[in-house]
């Protein structure tokens, strides 16, 4: 398969008299794909059922006309003003009660059955307009679900969907009274219409009320992008993607990506850095202008799999972005390195966000391939060697991992409805587990937790699983080498209560978790052989034999070379130190990477990243600054 480079444009920003040489200059830079439309509705409907296509029409004509290849997004993310006004409840509301007002983007509750259906029909109308267009070979949905912390609504709708979900699930109220555990405080309902949303509780809402609302709030996003796409395939054979983000975790990508049929996410390594990463300040300062090193890899590795294969990167940082509490400019290569490493972890396309700079509104800031004025930004000439390298590189193979992470979004939400700890966030947990596989320069795998077979790793590893899904249950006697859980794993019932067999509960695992613990920065447990646990330890009962033992004696990590448990949250050091003890014993291969220097093995193509600003030296390669190299071998 040909990897492809895109952009994203705008056509509704620019005079129409550039369209053409727009066309013409992005394709004579190599790129295939340009995403358009997805913030268009005030122009295609100005007024309530006043239409106005035309412009797309010829916009869609010309870049088709120039050899481009349109991904057509649905506007659904930017309801014009006039929506409010025929929907004035349709505004979502946030967790203190007031309503997100109209004047940016996202303002619209995922409940609202009036603004679902005006998204059909608008999603109709450009299906059935393009759905056989000979230019539009692929469609997005909406735009970043869950951006600007848009998942969750507290309105008034969003309390009446709920009671509706609830009534399904538990058919009457003393059925939901069990569940919950709301004996408790004399929190019982007789009717379902007394059940509001978990927000302005005096002290914390009863954490099984909380998870219900983010099943039930995930539920409301498949269901709203389920609509566009059954719409769309209807009138269109094109595949259909979703842009996805860094680190949101507010809805289950699994659960949604099982109705489209490409993955897509948007990269920005230096903002994410900046404003979504615990990390230390000699850590941010080091990457400043590359990016952390695993966070990009860790989301192309997850939406490989939300994607079920096919994925791209929908929008790529080409230079500084706006949005970060400060935005550093990318060291020279970065943008060709981010590009390739989405490549070798077997993205089919990266499109870069955006083509020219805008020069008004809220993204004036944000860096384009194109300066304002319209000369080339300093990304354009990367991305144009990438696109000339690519007429030469070899085929980058779809690769299998050694080693298989569960990420699981349910556990996402457990953690943050129960934490216990200020630093236990489930995202932050697995991401140290990735990074220490990847420093080890291990292909990874990210597994959902409805995975049925687990036979094609060596190692399986699934820190912080909320609880341990049916499904994974019985996968675990497919295992070829060994699983290891994690610390808090199937440590509740889907009901949000303390199982009556003490976790971990895993079959042949003779250990029961007795007394977890929680620890503030800068405390630890210090473990036998060097290393400590930080921020989560457990203590363990039972006959499983120990592996490793903390300093006190007690165990750290117990089970066989099959199953294993790890009772804390070791740090860095100590993490990757543990993950390759886990390695040796499966016969899986590590390497010892230089800092900032990352590998990834695609079929016989050995790729090395250089997140360093200095030259590295590596088996007999030299990778500059900023740079990346692949052998054969
Ligand atoms: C993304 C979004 C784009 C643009 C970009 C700026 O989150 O999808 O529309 O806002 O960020 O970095």
Redesign the pocket.
Same mark, same amino acid.
């Given at each position: 398969m040909k990897r492809t480079l895109g952009v994203c444009y705008y056509p509704e920003h620019w005079p129409e008299d550039v369209w053409a040489e727009d066309a013409r200059r992005i394709t004579e830079a190599g790129l295939t794909w340009v995403r358009i439309g997805e913030f268009a509705w005030s122009r295609l409907e100005p007024a309530p059922g006043r239409l106005d296509f035309d412009w797309l029409d010829r916009a869609i004509a010309t870049l088709g006309a120039a050899g481009l290849k349109v991904v057509l997004g649905t506007p659904t993310a930017t309801p014009p003003r006039w929506m409010i006004d025929r929907h004035p409840d349709m505004l979502a509301v946030d967790a203190q009660g007031r309503p997100r007002k109209f004047g940016a983007r996202r303002h619209y509750c995922f409940s609202h059955r009036g603004y679902l259906q005006e998204c059909r029909r608008i999603t109709t109308l450009l299906a059935e307009r393009y759905g056989r267009s000979p230019h539009v070979a692929a469609w997005q949905t909406d735009? =970043?679900f869950g951006?600007h912390d848009t998942i969750l609504s507290y309105s008034e709708v969003a309390r009446h969907a709920f009671r509706d979900w609830l009534s399904q699930k538990y058919q009457s109220p003393e059925a939901l009274n069990r569940a919950w555990g709301n004996v408790f405080w004399s929190m019982e309902y007789d009717s379902f219409d007394q059940i509001d949303l978990p927000n302005l509780t005096v002290t914390e809402p009863n954490p099984a009320h909380v998870m219900d609302f983010r099943r039930f709030s995930s539920d409301q996003v498949v269901a709203f992008n389920r609509a566009q796409v059954e719409i769309i395939r209807h009138h269109s054979d094109a595949p259909i993607a979703h842009?996805y983000?860094g680190r949101i975790t507010e809805f289950d990508h699994y659960a949604t990506g099982r109705d489209l049929d490409i993955a897509s996410w948007?990269s920005?390594p230096l903002?994410f850095l900046s404003d979504r990463l615990e990390a230390s300040a000699e850590h941010k300062a080091t990457f400043l202008r590359q990016g952390d090193p695993d966070f990009q890899a860790f989301h192309h590795d997850l939406y490989r799999t939300v994607g079920r294969g096919r994925w791209w990167v929908m929008?790529q940082?080409p230079g500084p972005?706006?949005?970060a509490p400060y935005n550093p400019a990318p060291l020279p290569g970065m943008v060709r390195l981010w590009t390739w490493e989405a490549f070798a972890h077997g993205a089919e396309a990266v499109c870069y966000?955006r083509w020219r700079q805008a020069p008004f509104a809220q =993204?004036q800031m944000?860096a384009g391939l194109l300066r304002p004025d319209s000369a080339p930004a300093p990304g354009f000439a990367e991305a144009v060697e990438v696109a000339r390298e690519l007429d030469t590189a070899p085929e980058v193979a779809a690769t299998q991992g050694e080693v298989a992470l569960i990420f699981d979004y349910a556990s996402a939400w457990a953690w943050d409805t129960q934490p216990q700890g200020a630093d236990f966030d489930y995202f932050r947990l697995v991401f140290a587990w990735y990074r220490a596989l990847r420093a080890l320069g291990l292909n990874i795998d990210i597994a959902g937790p409805d995975t049925r077979d687990l036979s094609d790793w060596k190692l399986v590893l699934a820190p912080g699983l909320f609880t341990l899904p049916p499904a994974l249950r019985e996968a675990l006697t497919t295992v070829a080498g060994q699983v290891v859980f994690g610390p808090r794993a199937n440590s509740k019932t889907a009901d949000f209560t303390i199982p009556p067999a003490l976790p971990p509960d895993l079959p042949g695992l003779d250990a029961r978790v007795t007394r977890v613990e929680s620890l503030p920065p800068g405390t630890g447990i210090p473990l036998a052989e060097g290393g400590a646990f930080r921020h989560w330890a457990e203590e363990v009962e039972g006959s499983a034999p120990v592996i490793l033992r903390r300093a006190d004696g007690l165990p750290a990590l117990l089970g066989s070379e099959k199953l294993a448990y790890l009772t804390g949250w070791p740090c860095d050091e100590t993490l990757r130190a543990i993950v390759r003890r886990l390695c040796a014993a499966q016969g899986i291969p590590t390497h010892d990477l230089p800092a900032g220097l990352r590998r990834r093995q695609a079929g016989d193509l050995c790729f090395r990243f250089n997140y360093g600003a200095t030259p590295v030296k590596w088996e007999g390669v030299e990778i500059p600054a900023a740079g990346v190299v692949w052998t054969r071998g």
């Open positions: 735009n =970043e951006c842009n983000m948007d920005y903002g929008e940082q972005v706006n949005w966000f =993204e944000h």
